[in-house]
């Protein structure tokens, strides 16, 4: 299972990113996907999860600016975040969870780093 985030930069405040995350060594299609970020000093927190239906959820902190999306002919995982804000600084990483008919995978990405400032 091999997870690689991209993306990431400087932005300043009120910008957007788009980050992806390439997948391979699994049954892309078939599995959560989600994104988590760790800023300095704080714990790792989930962002958003998109399952193997489509369904997306969303952290309070990102609802209505950040969007999660997979594109399974191209393996590959998005988060397009809008109206960013310096609380939204962190390493951002991809991570495949549950399955919808195979074993759960827990694996990450390395991360990629968005800097949110002026």
């Known amino acids: 299972v091999q997870l690689v985030e991209s993306g990431g930069g400087l932005v300043q405040p009120g910008g957007s990113l788009r980050l992806s995350c390439a997948a391979s060594?699994?049954?892309?299609?078939?599995?959560?996907l989600s994104w988590y970020r760790q800023a300095p000093g704080k714990e790792r927190e989930l962002v958003a999860s998109?399952?193997?239906?489509?369904?997306?959820s969303y952290a309070d902190s990102v609802k209505d600016r950040f969007a999660i999306s997979r594109d399974n002919g191209k393996n590959t995982l998005y988060l397009q975040m809008n109206s960013l804000k310096s609380e939204d600084a962190a390493v951002y990483y991809c991570?495949?969870?549950?399955?919808?008919?195979?074993?759960?995978?827990?694996?990450w990405g390395q991360g990629t780093l968005v800097t949110v400032s002026s």
């Open positions: 991570h495949v969870g549950r399955s919808q008919i195979f074993r759960d995978l827990d694996a």
């Open positions: 998109i399952t193997f239906a489509g369904v997306t």
């Open positions: 060594g699994f049954t892309f299609s078939r599995y959560v």
